[in-house]
């Protein structure tokens, strides 16, 4: 089992930037690419950003290209950098866990899955 928590979620302005950490833990010696997903209350998990087990692929969602970074610290913590952050991004962001890249953009390749922390982003 692998156990993921988020943290780096709060309260900020438009226009601000917010750094989002998923750490791992328990059984984290398999190789593991890590997503980041987003849900509004009534809509789908978003897929945000995803990034391989050695940290060589990256894969983002279009309509976060340029503003949000994916990046491994160490072996068991993957970070997510956001940038000028808009109100539409206020969400509740989970990251996620698998032993495969084959669509990293899909919820259902996932096999372990954070808590969630909630990023909300005023006017």
């Known amino acids: 089992q692998v156990q993921l928590v988020e943290s780096g979620g709060g309260l900020v302005q438009a226009g601000d930037s917010l750094r989002l950490s998923c750490a791992a833990s328990g059984r984290t010696g398999f190789r593991y690419a890590v997503g980041w997903f987003r849900q509004v209350p009534g809509k789908e998990r978003e897929f945000l950003a995803a990034?391989?087990?050695?940290?060589?692929?990256t894969y983002y969602a279009d309509h976060v290209k340029g503003r949000f970074t994916i990046s491994r610290e160490g072996a068991k913590t993957v970070n997510q950098q956001m940038n000028n952050l808009k109100q539409d991004d206020t969400a509740v962001y989970y990251c996620a866990a698998t032993s495969a890249w084959t669509q990293p953009e899909y919820t259902r390749y996932y096999d372990y899955w954070g808590q969630g922390t909630q990023v909300t982003v005023s006017s």
């Open positions: 990034l391989s087990w050695n940290g060589g692929r």
